[in-house]
């Protein structure tokens, strides 16, 4: 802990007279306790402030799974609610098997950890469990973004490989080259950082929604769009999910774990910035906080009005969409960007969210829950809003003052910062388009990817999972009742898809 109480036996019994050397020793030892007893305080205020994030970050699974829900049809409901749970089981094993050494463990040449597997020799002088806890949540949490991208189409299987590769080694190397002390590109290098500056990346918009969002695009490149997407001439269906509100109630979880996921990354709280003053970490915490909530606020607005313009309609799905693709966005820069920053980012954000969803439809791309689109392109752009508007004093408090350390190219700090953070653009899309691609392209070959056209049709959920998601009674006449069957119907047989 800083400004640690020091004591000098000689220095104080020669203040207290001849024959005080025992008295000094004494009082300097109670001293030396008080202040240990500071040093432990300060480790365990860290330590509960980091587990608390690790819990609101984990959060963000159960809103993921909503959000899946809302966005399937209901006839893949149970299928998209089974693979966000595999996402943290599958990825909780391999992330403690592999993936954090991998990330966090003494490098190799800066590009991959090589200690600490299987969480062994750990703790360490540097980090404990929680910090542990805290990273395989934001690696479940990559995952869990890929898997929305090829919903309603890949066999279970696959989800099962992807998920444990992409936590186990794809995504912890990323996150090596950027978080890590001596990782290549990291801004944490105390000499020869990348441009002289390093990348910035301070929550994730390229570590972790890049990661994920690009491993969807090629999922979902390599498996085709859903069957009835795209009409023989091209024109786009949509196949809307079947519940705005798991949608709305997804959303909201989400933008509640984004306060751990965020503010969390700065991992400790009780550091002083100035000696003696009340402003230290706790409050670049909170002005985290606050360029999170205004960057999601105004990519949510832009998105309403946006597509209101486009298409005539206040689509809560799309508003939704724009929240997440704001907070996608500022999480490169949420802690060295001034407030009023963070609005410019939301709002462009929102508008590369409408353009990548315009793009894909050219193309015929189906990504059912747009998350190439919001994770992908709109990280991609937060990563470029950190080297246009950081702020000098931010950076420097954040990462640690030195000389030639550089900062936003609109905020005078020249294009060094800009320069690192392309890099750290290209690099991402190359290794998980390397790898993610080479993967499913691989369990496309082995017949693992796709389900087949008629278990599609039928609906996932009855196909592979032996019923479906949603079974009630009508009031009325007690009969049981499906999605989309009308009271006192029979019911359908095994084999039989519900009427959706």
């Given at each position: 802990?800083?400004?640690?109480?020091?004591?000098?036996?000689?220095e104080?019994?020669?203040?207290?007279?001849?024959?005080?050397?025992?008295?000094?020793?004494?009082?300097?030892?109670?001293l030396?306790?008080?202040?240990?007893?500071?040093?432990d305080?300060?480790?365990?205020?860290?330590?509960?402030?980091?587990l608390?994030?690790?819990?609101?970050?984990?959060a963000?699974?159960l809103?993921?799974?909503?959000?899946?829900?809302?966005?399937?049809?209901?006839?893949?409901?149970?299928?998209?609610?089974?693979?966000?749970?595999?996402?943290?089981?599958?990825?909780g094993?391999?992330?403690?098997l592999?993936?954090?050494?991998?990330?966090?463990?003494?490098?190799?040449?800066?590009?991959?950890?090589?200690?600490?597997?299987?969480?062994?020799?750990?703790?360490?002088?540097?980090?404990?469990?929680?910090?542990?806890?805290?990273?395989?949540?934001?690696?479940?949490?990559?995952?869990?973004?890929?898997?929305?991208?090829?919903?309603?189409?890949?066999?279970?299987?696959?989800?099962?490989?992807?998920?444990?590769?992409?936590?186990?080694?794809?995504?912890?190397?990323?996150?090596?080259?950027?978080?890590?002390?001596?990782?290549?590109?990291?801004?944490?290098?105390?000499?020869?950082?990348?441009f002289?500056?390093?990348?910035?990346?301070?929550a994730?918009?390229g570590?972790?929604?890049?990661?994920?969002?690009?491993?969807?695009?090629?999922?979902?490149?390599?498996?085709?769009?859903?069957?009835?997407?795209?009409?023989?001439?091209?024109?786009?269906?949509?196949?809307?999910?079947?519940?705005?509100?798991?949608?709305?109630l997804?959303?909201?979880?989400?933008w509640?774990?984004?306060?751990?996921?965020?503010?969390?990354?700065?991992?400790k709280?009780?550091?002083?910035?100035?000696?003696?003053?009340?402003?230290?970490?706790?409050?670049?915490?909170?002005?985290?906080?606050?360029?999170?909530?205004?960057?999601?606020?105004?990519?949510?607005?832009?998105?309403?009005?946006?597509?209101?313009?486009?298409s005539?309609?206040?689509?809560?799905?799309?508003?939704?969409?724009?929240?997440?693709?704001?907070?996608?966005a500022?999480?490169?820069?949420?802690?060295?960007?001034?407030p009023?920053?963070?609005?410019?980012?939301?709002?462009?954000a929102?508008?590369v969210?409408?353009g990548?969803?315009?793009?894909?439809?050219?193309?015929?791309?189906?990504?059912?829950?747009?998350?190439?689109?919001?994770?992908g392109?709109?990280?991609?752009w937060?990563?470029?809003?950190?080297?246009?508007?950081?702020?000098?004093?931010?950076?420097?408090?954040?990462?640690?003052?030195?000389?030639?350390?550089?900062?936003?190219?609109?905020?005078?700090?020249?294009?060094?910062?800009?320069g690192?953070?392309?890099?750290?653009?290209?690099?991402?899309?190359?290794?998980?388009?390397?790898?993610?691609?080479?993967?499913?392209?691989?369990?496309?070959?082995?017949?693992?990817?796709?389900?087949?056209?008629?278990?599609?049709?039928?609906?996932?959920?009855?196909?592979?999972?032996g019923?479906?998601?949603?079974?009630?009674?009508?009031?009325?006449?007690?009969?049981?009742?499906?999605?989309?069957?009308?009271?006192?119907?029979?019911?359908?047989r095994?084999?039989?898809?519900?009427?959706?």
């Amino acid at each position: 802990m800083s400004g640690a109480i020091t004591c000098s036996a000689v220095e104080l019994s020669a203040l207290l007279g001849p024959n005080a050397t025992a008295a000094a020793n004494y009082i300097c030892g109670q001293l030396g306790t008080v202040n240990n007893k500071f040093t432990d305080a300060a480790y365990a205020i860290d330590n509960t402030y980091l587990l608390f994030s690790a819990y609101l970050v984990f959060a963000m699974q159960l809103g993921f799974a909503m959000l899946c829900a809302g966005s399937v049809r209901a006839k893949n409901t149970m299928n998209i609610m089974l693979t966000n749970v595999l996402d943290a089981a599958a990825g909780g094993i391999s992330y403690y098997l592999f993936g954090y050494a991998f990330a966090f463990g003494e490098s190799s040449g800066g590009f991959i950890g090589i200690h600490n597997f299987g969480l062994k020799n750990y703790p360490t002088s540097t980090s404990d469990y929680s910090f542990f806890l805290y990273q395989w949540a934001f690696a479940i949490a990559a995952a869990g973004i890929t898997s929305g991208s090829i919903a309603e189409r890949t066999q279970f299987v696959a989800y099962l490989i992807y998920s444990s590769f992409l936590t186990g080694f794809v995504y912890p190397v990323v996150a090596h080259w950027f978080w890590s002390p001596d990782g290549w590109a990291s801004p944490f290098l105390s000499e020869n950082r990348l441009f002289g500056t390093g990348a910035i990346d301070f929550a994730g918009s390229g570590v972790v929604h890049m990661v994920g969002g690009i491993a969807g695009l090629w999922g979902a490149l390599i498996e085709g769009p859903r069957i009835g997407r795209f009409e023989e001439g091209g024109r786009a269906i949509a196949l809307r999910g079947h519940s705005a509100s798991l949608v709305v109630l997804g959303t909201f979880l989400l933008w509640f774990g984004w306060y751990g996921f965020n503010p969390g990354s700065f991992t400790k709280i009780l550091i002083p910035y100035e000696s003696g003053s009340n402003y230290g970490q706790w409050s670049g915490i909170g002005r985290t906080a606050v360029t999170t909530t205004l960057s999601g606020c105004t990519a949510a607005l832009t998105t309403l009005f946006g597509k209101r313009f486009l298409s005539g309609h206040w689509m809560v799905s799309d508003v939704c969409n724009g929240l997440l693709g704001g907070f996608a966005a500022i999480t490169a820069g949420c802690s060295v960007v001034e407030p009023w920053a963070a609005i410019v980012c939301g709002f462009i954000a929102s508008i590369v969210l409408i353009g990548c969803n315009k793009l894909a439809e050219l193309l015929k791309y189906d990504d059912p829950l747009e998350a190439a689109q919001l994770h992908g392109g709109c990280g991609a752009w937060g990563l470029i809003f950190v080297g246009l508007f950081a702020n000098e004093r931010y950076v420097n408090e954040v990462y640690g003052a030195s000389p030639g350390r550089h900062y936003g190219l609109f905020m005078g700090g020249g294009g060094k910062l800009l320069g690192a953070q392309l890099v750290q653009i290209v690099v991402i899309v190359g290794w998980v388009s390397a790898t993610m691609g080479t993967l499913f392209f691989i369990l496309k070959r082995l017949n693992l990817l796709r389900i087949s056209a008629n278990d599609e049709m039928r609906g996932m959920d009855i196909a592979r999972h032996g019923g479906f998601a949603y079974i009630y009674h009508d009031n009325d006449d007690e009969s049981i009742q499906f999605p989309g069957m009308s009271p006192g119907s029979p019911l359908p047989r095994r084999s039989d898809p519900p009427a959706l």
